[in-house]
């Protein structure tokens, strides 16, 4: 009997692990789709622009949201890892878990169709910009800072949407995941599109 408890002990170890880590991957996933309703709202009822910034370095890596007046600021310049850098008033904020990671943009089985996402991201480029981490997780993103990297997007007043880091893209995708096998296999891509704000999450 004992012997019996110490198999099934061992077999479920491993599947708990598992719903753990993909919880965490879901969890992230979600909150990014969270902040960027956040985001369009405040935009919208406070009349002024709102910025959400996907960010990492090498030691940290996350989400926040800043309240911004026109002009904004060089993004290649900036601390991703510092709101303060960008300045005007943080709303959200949020640091990944250590075990969530930005998974390659290319590791997830998008249902593309002629090479396009369904509308309304059929203009969305569905390759990431090339580089470790973020860079190699989102379409949208750009180096920053010392070693850095950040992805942002604009949330006018009127509600519609940009990419504040490349005004000629239609949106963005970005890709969270778990940094440890096997689900490591098994990311989520978040889809935003523009002008309009429209998210889904793509696994």
């Known amino acids: 009997m004992v012997a019996i408890i110490g198999i099934m002990a061992a077999l479920a170890g491993p599947a708990w692990v598992y719903g753990t880590g993909r919880a965490k991957a879901n969890n992230a996933a979600s909150e990014l789709s969270s902040l960027a309703s956040v985001a369009q709202m405040r935009a919208s009822s406070s009349g002024r622009p709102v910025y959400l910034i996907v960010w990492e370095t090498a030691a940290s890596k996350g989400f926040y949201v800043v309240?911004?007046?026109?002009?904004?600021?060089?993004?290649?310049?900036?601390?991703p890892a510092n709101p303060?850098?960008?300045?005007?008033?943080?709303?959200?904020?949020?640091?990944l878990e250590s075990a969530v990671a930005f998974a390659p943009l290319a590791s997830v089985p998008l249902p593309l169709v002629a090479g396009r996402l369904p509308a309304p991201f059929a203009a969305l480029?569905?390759?990431?910009?090339?580089?470790?981490?973020?860079l190699g997780a989102c379409s949208f993103c750009i180096?920053?800072?010392?070693?850095?990297?950040?992805?942002?997007?604009?949330?006018?007043?009127?509600?519609?949407?940009?990419?504040?880091?490349?005004?000629?893209?239609?949106g963005g995708l970005v890709t969270l995941g778990i940094n440890h096998s096997p689900e490591a296999q098994n990311p989520k891509a978040l889809a935003i599109s523009t002008p309009g704000g429209v998210v889904r999450i793509y696994q």
Not at 85 to 95: A, Y
């Open 67 to 79: 309240e911004r007046d026109d002009p904004a600021p060089n993004w290649n310049a900036v601390d």
């Open 84 to 95: 303060a850098s960008i300045g005007g008033t943080l709303l959200e904020s949020r640091k």
């Open 125 to 134: 480029p569905v390759t990431a910009v090339g580089g470790p981490g973020l």
């Open 143 to 170: 180096a920053a800072g010392v070693g850095g990297a950040l992805g942002v997007l604009r949330y006018a007043a009127d509600g519609t949407v940009s990419v504040a880091t490349d005004a000629t893209l239609a």
